[in-house]
């Protein structure tokens, strides 16, 4: 029985730190080789206080967390600050980790390399179970709520995430802080459980075990890191009986689980009906292991040929993972007409309950603060009193020696479209990269309703009001439609973090049904509404791009940035799309500069259009005098096209 | 029959029928557009082609051969695509792309031949040999990549929507090196958006819907076909006047 409780104990503290890590690492893509060192920060901040100050242990554990999450601002705020990437971020957090094995060495408080021997073993099952579920919860809610989002729309391309006006480092910050916090309550966990520690247990080796969890369980879940953690502690444990085998075996599963799975067991998907076989799969192999070792002991003891031995552990395992993967297939086909209706009543049961505290809670909510103004809607015709919304001045950007962008005079009537052509590499898409902050400007301003946005950061400059599309889409991959134009919405979520966390019924639920409103009207918008909760990754091109238009659009921009809208559609499709572009401009609310190599669609859409060519403007004009302007004919257009204004 | 194809099924996953028993031929010497609506399955046929995609059932054959799907196997058989978005080498040189076009080859003479060949095609790729391929503009990326589809010397080239992303001047140049491309005597298959351009070059098109052919003809004909003037060349009075011409 100790035996199977220490098994417990072991994986269900090492479950508690990988799932905090897939919170950073598994969504943002950040490999952390040091998070062991957050576990020593819990580990020895909560041991202190039950050792010298004989403090009760949940309080313990609770200032761990929090310290941990402290230190990780230590390493993480001058790391993410310059935006170091992945492979050179991994290497400095295996620096940091050696470094506070370092400093616990030469420590008094700590004792040195001698460690802290007789802490009292405060860790149980039932505290244990009680946090890992609770550890569960937390990350749930917090990766379902608008902060998670953003933190998983950073992983999925930051690029995207700062043009939505997500910052980096702040929430890079949070997830990394509270990746820590469940490293420092695992820290602490483990070091009432061993009753002993010192400062090289808490090794590169304890980082990799953690991070390869994350990995081998699949980048982007929970239900991942939770199954993969278990089998590397439970498998060891297992092959014990195989003496000299155990290893082989142990190697040959890895290999099996990385070919089989090169995303990881669960790639970005969580425990369902659906992906229950999966799981029944993995528990199959897991007791055909247990059965295997049993029979191999067994014919050993007997006296059989070692090879007969070997032969009949394998046939074991072989039926037993077969017969479990059917009977996970049944039981999965079973459930499946079952659990939406379980899972319905259940959440109607728990809705009617919040509704019967209403009176008591609903009312406990903060202040409201209120919501942002948005700048399509505001009356900022008073700024300086003109019909300009953006005025470009003598712009200037060069990449090495190449002058991309010559001194660009640029303006944009409010309530405009206007068309920018030209041929490629003339610097259209650089123009848009300047205006949204991808790049810095070399020299010259972008006046948007006469204030300088030149230079500012990519989140400040969607507040001012700019919005765009790219040439390659950038979608959140593996997010569903919904998500990504949600994530987007301007004002975001009203709700705190804690909130986010205890998934507050009185504010989150209230929100995110507001949220889901606005987004489903955008998607119904650009025509996507049916197509809600698909992964945008899975949607055909042409969708792609219209997706992207109704996240654009969720920043309620007064200028909109396409670029290229209608590339790989077909001139049908390239109508529809001018329709669409057109139910957008709004007769006018949003302004808009449209990049786009389909003449059909520049010339029915723009009253004026403008001409780049090596970076310079070289024309600029009504539809008619574009065509018949011999400079563009030659530089762009070619001969033969003319096309029809309509 | 230069290349046909019989039959051919290919699923995403298990809900999506990408392509629906596609039958369809390639004689020698043609142009041959596939034209049809955004998700219709045309890059997911030319990815089936090359094997990059497994066809769940179905068969793909060269002159009676049938082809595994395997890509280096599909190079070997003289089958070459030229990607969507073209897919170059971004850290590598122009003249490295090419090469690697050839990589399968190994009679260095006539690589050397076909070289000069592609830059009599594209002449600019001779003044950017040196250059990283990442850092050309878009229209000389897609000569790169049609140079590097022919630097295997296929029996038919796959082109996959060669204009995407291209100003009018280039789409225009890309066609008549297309135009060449076939008078010289590689077989093309031709997968575009722009259905004005797709139809008027091929010598017969094919219309996907939905993962399946629902017409196929002369390109002149389906110009003319008023179904796909509704449902791909729009009613704008540009295609009036082509068809006009």
Known sequence: ?646 | MLLSVENLNVYYGQAIHALRDLSFTVREGEIVSIIGANGAGKSTLMWTLVGLLKPQTGTITMEGKKIRPVPHLAVAAGISLVPERRRLFPNLTVRENLRLGAYLRRDRGEILEDEEKIFSLFPVLKERLGQYAGTLSGGQQQMVAIGRGLMSRPRVLLLDEPSLGLAPLLVEQVFRAVRSIAASGTTILLVEQNALEALGIAHRAYVLEVGRIVLHGPGRDLLDDPAVRAAYLGVGRRAERLLER
């Not at chain 1, 919304?389 to 010559?406: N, T």
């Open chain 1, 1 to 646: 029985m100790a035996y199977a409780e220490a098994i417990f104990l072991n994986s269900a503290i090492y479950i508690i730190a990988a799932m905090g890590l897939a919170v950073f690492t598994g969504y943002t893509g950040l490999f952390s080789l040091g998070h062991a060192a957050f576990m020593a920060v819990g580990a020895y901040a909560a041991s202190i206080l039950t050792y010298f100050y004989r403090w009760p242990f949940l309080p313990a554990l609770a200032v761990g967390v929090v310290l941990s999450a402290l230190a990780s601002f230590v390493i993480g705020y001058p790391t993410l600050r310059a935006r170091l990437r992945s492979d050179y971020f991994a290497i400095a957090t295996l620096g940091f980790g050696e470094a506070v094995k370092v400093i616990l060495e030469n420590f008094d408080l700590t004792q040195g390399a001698r460690g802290l021997p007789g802490i009292q073993k405060l860790t149980g099952p039932g505290n244990t179970t009680l946090l890992l579920v609770l550890s569960i919860w937390l990350c749930r809610n917090f990766l379902r709520s608008s902060y998670g989002r953003r933190v998983i729309a950073i992983g999925q391309d930051h690029i995207a995430a700062e043009m939505i006006g997500i910052p980096l480092l702040p929430n890079q910050l949070l997830s990394l802080g509270i990746s820590a916090g469940f490293s420092g309550l695992a820290g602490g966990l483990l070091a009432h459980y061993t009753t002993f520690i010192q400062p090289s247990i808490f090794s590169m080796d304890l980082s990799s075990l953690i991070t390869a969890g994350v990995v081998c369980g699949g980048m982007g879940s929970l239900t991942g890191p939770f199954v993969a953690v278990t089998l590397f502690v439970v498998i060891p444990e297992l092959f014990r009986g195989l003496a000299l085998w155990r290893l082989v075996f142990y190697g040959m599963l890895l290999v099996v689980i990385i070919n089989w799975r090169p995303r990881g067991l669960f790639g970005y998907e969580e425990l369902s009906v659906r992906n229950l076989p999966k799981l029944f799969v993995i528990m199959g192999i897991t007791l055909g292991l247990t059965m295997a070792t049993v029979v191999y002991k067994a014919l050993v003891r007997a006296n059989a040929y070692e090879a007969a031995a070997l032969l009949a552990a394998l046939g074991a395992m072989g039926a037993i993972a077969l017969l479990v993967s059917l009977l996970g297939r049944g039981v999965s086909r079973l459930l499946e007409p079952v659990v939406p209706r379980v899972r319905g009543a259940w959440q109607e049961a728990f809705a009617r309950f919040v509704r019967l505290l209403d009176p008591l809670l609903g009312t406990m909510g903060r202040k409201r603060r209120p919501r942002a103004v948005v700048p399509g809607e505001d009356g900022d015709g008073a700024v300086g009193g003109e019909d300009t919304l953006l005025r470009i001045l003598g712009l200037r950007k060069s990449f090495g020696g190449v002058v991309a962008v010559d001194g660009l005079d640029l303006e944009v009537e409010r309530g405009e479209i206007l068309g920018l052509i030209g041929p490629n590499g003339s610097g259209k898409t650089t123009v848009f990269n300047l205006m949204s902050g991808v790049y810095p400007v070399d020299g010259g301003e972008i006046l948007l309703a006469g204030k300088n946005i030149a230079g500012l950061s990519p989140p400040d400059i969607v507040t001012a009001g700019v919005a765009r599309t790219f040439q390659n889409i950038r979608l959140f991959g593996s997010m569903t439609a919904l998500e990504n134009v949600t994530t987007a919405l301007r004002g975001g979520a009203d709700y705190s973090l804690a909130e986010a966390f205890l998934r507050w019924p009185w504010t989150v639920w209230k929100d995110e049904a507001r949220l889901r409103e606005e987004t489903l009207m955008l998607l119904d918008l650009v025509g996507l509404a049916d197509q809600a909760d698909r992964t945008a990754g899975t949607l055909p091109y042409g969708l792609q791009r219209k997706l992207e238009i109704a996240r654009a659009l969720a920043l309620r921009p007064r200028l909109l940035l396409l670029d290229e809208p209608a590339a790989g559609m077909n001139p049908r499709e390239a109508e529809d799309l001018v329709d669409l572009i057109r139910r957008v401009h709004d007769g006018g609310r949003v302004s808009i500069i449209l990049i786009e190599h389909h003449m059909d669609v520049v010339m029915s859409l723009c009253k004026r259009i403008a001409v780049l060519n090596f970076g310079r403007k070289i024309a600029q004009g009504s539809p008619y005098e574009i065509q018949s302007d011999p400079g563009v004919l030659r530089a762009y257009l070619g001969e033969k096209v003319n096309v029809a204004v309509r």
